[in-house]
């Protein structure tokens, strides 16, 4: 049913039902509004135009009855509107993302919120499109596809878009974790490309898994590739590819700066599918201009949803709308994962002891979806027990 709540266009299912839930944007699938409704909620979906909600639209949404939201990776959910879902009876809210840095947590657990997000599904997806990134820059296919449908093809020519072979060469890996570590297995067994990661924590099952891997190879008549644990500066300085999968944390934030730019080779490509932050965009629009040799695919930027001056300008940067998760299985997983989080503690169920295992849910049917909410972040905070 259509309607609207104070001027904003609302599609509501299962009128009347037990619970309310705000979903401040229509969702893929269908499995997340059956366990929702299958839970006795009434939701409540935003289908305004604005792309991004402000916190004034979003409290007027969520009203004075409202028991859960499930939110957007854009969205300020910090004390305001934590206080305004408190006020309205709120238990509990599930970011649609996996990350969390538009979540203050402390100002949610001070309002007794449960918070949510959706690990666990994205990690092939985002790794091949950091793949699909890297790929594209070093054959520089976007440059080429905007030639062709330019009419600009008049037949062979020896030097026509000469890009970068990537096959035995190094990659960087910033932050190998679940995302990290399967990108790096992409371009390792697709490319044989030797591996260079950075990160806080000792991490000797990646290289073990590589050191595996070179054993088959060699068992096969090929060459060994190598993986070894680095400072971020020999990272850099040493790999013909860089891509980062680093959370978004003050440490990492411009963690890819003029300074560090300047350490990469002059033909290198940077890849970022992590958070846009995480790299100063005027520092690298000035350096693409500078090295025309050198090259980016990006999927997330500084201030999304604008780019730095110029970036739009640089030919050797391939550029996408943030859309790592974009495959309908990862899409719809997170809905129904970030829908079994609301319904999972209105319904009173314990958190999920380890996030580890959330193909279970996904997995699921709506109507029999395991009795716990899959990833609530602060459960012990707001008294949640876990179990398995």
Not at 370 to 376: F, N
Request: glycine share 10%; with cysteine; charged share 20%.
């Amino acid at each position: 049913m259509s309607t609207s709540i104070q001027d904003l266009a609302v599609e509501t299912h299962n009128k009347g039902g037990k619970f309310r839930v705000l979903v401040t944007k229509n969702l893929p699938g269908e499995d997340w509004l059956k366990v929702l409704t299958s839970a006795g909620a009434q939701v409540d979906i935003c289908t305004a135009k604005q792309t991004i909600l402000d916190n004034a639209s979003i409290t007027k949404l969520v009203g004075d009855k409202c028991d859960g939201v499930i939110g957007q990776l854009t969205e300020d959910w910090s004390d305001e509107l934590f206080g305004v879902l408190k006020a309205a009876g709120g238990k509990v809210y599930s970011n649609y993302a996996v990350g969390f840095n538009n979540i203050v947590l402390e100002d949610a657990t001070k309002h007794g919120i449960a918070v949510g997000n959706t690990p666990g599904v994205l990690t092939e997806t985002t790794a091949e499109l950091a793949a699909a990134l890297t790929l594209a820059a070093s054959r520089r296919l976007l440059e080429a596809e905007k030639f062709m449908r330019g009419g600009k093809y008049e037949g062979f020519l020896p030097n026509l878009f000469v890009g970068k072979l990537l096959q035995g060469k190094t990659v960087g890996v910033v932050g190998p974790g679940r995302i990290g570590f399967a990108y790096a297995k992409m371009m390792v067994e697709g490319h044989k490309m030797n591996i260079l990661y950075n990160s806080h924590e000792p991490q000797p099952e990646i290289a073990d898994y590589f050191n595996k891997y070179s054993d088959f190879l060699e068992s096969q008549g090929g060459t060994r590739v190598t993986a070894r644990q680095v400072e971020l500066e020999e990272l850099l300085q040493n790999s013909d590819v860089v891509s980062l999968h680093c959370a978004l944390t003050p440490e990492t934030r411009h963690l890819i700066n003029k300074e560090r730019l300047g350490m990469m080779k002059p033909d290198a490509i940077l890849v970022n599918a992590a958070r846009g932050p995480n790299v100063d965009e005027k520092a690298l629009v000035a350096h693409l201009q500078a090295n025309p040799g050198f090259s980016a695919g990006l999927d997330v930027y500084e201030d999304e949803p604008a780019m730095a001056p110029g970036l739009a300008e640089c030919s050797n940067a391939v550029l996408m709308p943030h859309i790592a998760s974009a495959t309908l299985w990862t899409r719809s997983g997170m809905a129904k994962l970030a829908a079994c989080n609301v319904a999972g503690v209105l319904r009173g169920y314990p958190a999920l002891k380890s996030a580890g295992d959330v193909l279970q849910f996904v997995d699921a049917d709506p109507g029999s979806v395991p009795k716990l909410a899959p990833s609530i972040l602060n459960a012990e905070a707001v008294g949640l027990e876990r179990s398995s």
